[in-house]
């Protein structure tokens, strides 16, 4: 049942903060963007939706940022455990939760980082509006070749005290 006052949105497109890009970037590609935020976001390599990153070959990037379509994140997370590539991938909070998540992570071989910002993300609807969601966001760095590494962090969002 949603909290009294929450309004929620069915939009599929919300763009990462710079400031969310410069703590972990800087990125080679980015599969799902628009040709505006990547030319903001100084990503040189990258896919929208109508050149489809699904259908690209990722692994010839060195470090990948994914905020997919929450509507297709799973899509996106299947093919992101198959490349040996470093990448950072935004999600829901809530889709660590999924039995769909973890049956695709069950078959990931590499070493990964769970970062958890310490306030939620405040995302711009492309229009200028920045706002946080109705839930928390965590970014899942898979480190690719590196096997062994298996934590989880914490990090100051917005200069803000945990």
């Known amino acids: 049942m949603p909290?009294?006052?929450i309004q929620f949105s069915k939009k599929d497109e919300w763009y990462t903060p710079k400031e969310v890009i410069d703590f972990f970037g800087p990125f080679d590609y980015d599969p799902a963007t628009t040709d505006v935020q990547a030319k903001y976001l100084g990503i040189p390599n990258y896919d929208t939706?109508?050149?489809d990153g699904l259908k690209a070959n990722w692994s010839?990037?060195?470090k990948i940022w994914i905020n997919p379509p929450f509507t297709r994140k799973f899509e996106f997370l299947k093919k992101a455990i198959d490349i040996e590539s470093?990448?950072?991938f935004l999600m829901p909070i809530e889709t660590m939760t999924?039995?769909?998540f973890h049956k695709i992570m069950s078959s990931y071989r590499g070493g990964y980082t769970l970062w958890i910002p310490n306030g939620r993300?405040?995302?711009d609807d492309?229009?200028?509006n920045c706002s946080s969601p109705a839930f928390g966001s965590?970014?899942?760095?898979?480190?690719g070749r590196v096997k062994r590494i298996k934590r989880i962090k914490y990090w100051s969002l917005y200069g803000e005290d945990s």
């Not at 965590?138 to 480190?143: A, N």
């Open 3 to 5: 909290k009294a006052g």
């Open 49 to 51: 939706i109508s050149s």
């Open 60 to 62: 010839q990037y060195d």
């Open 86 to 88: 470093h990448i950072f």
């Open 98 to 100: 999924t039995g769909k």
């Open 121 to 123: 993300i405040k995302f």
């Open 126 to 128: 492309g229009s200028g």
């Open 138 to 143: 965590v970014i899942l760095e898979l480190h």
